[in-house]
């Protein structure tokens, strides 16, 4: 039964750790450059800047977060994967199926990959603790 035994893999909790900060920096920043290169098209508005200033504030508060609290990461990027489809749904500029794809591509899917890689390294730094509380 050594195949179902919980066994303490730090390699794999830090590349799962790793792995969530990317997609959390990488969804995160990847809408800012969108919001920026949106604010020097051919209409600058000044509301398209700050959207990108919220979502600028809004990845760092999310990476910050996931440093220290993984689960409380794990939800609150579960909640940005479903408020992104939510969103989808209820916004009217994202009827055409090329716009859904992106929304989808570069919002609910790096939240909710972020959320899951998140909660397996909660998992696995709790079972660290137990093997090293047991040994």
């Known amino acids: 039964m050594q195949l179902l035994t919980r066994t ?6 830090n590349a799962e750790r790793l792995g969530a ?20 098209g051919y209409l600058p508005d000044e509301d398209i800047l700050v959207e990108a ?6 990845t760092l508060l999310l ?3 996931g440093l220290y609290y993984e ?21 009217p500029g994202i009827a055409e199926t090329g716009t859904w794809a992106l929304w989808l591509l570069f919002t609910m899917v790096p939240a909710a990959v972020a959320s ?10 709790g079972i660290c ?7």
């Open 116 to 125: 899951l890689l998140y909660f397996s390294a909660a998992q696995m730094q």
């Open 71 to 91: 689960y409380l990461a794990a939800v609150i990027a579960l909640a940005i994967a479903v408020g992104a489809v939510i969103y989808g749904f209820a916004a």
């Open 21 to 40: 900060r990317v997609f959390v920096l990488g969804g995160g920043l990847f809408w800012v450059a969108a919001a920026l290169g949106a604010f020097t």
């Open 8 to 13: 303490c893999k730090t390699d794999r909790m």
């Open 63 to 65: 990476f910050v977060v």
């Open 129 to 135: 603790e137990l093997q090293q509380a047991g040994a």
């Open 53 to 58: 200033l919220i979502l600028l504030v809004l």
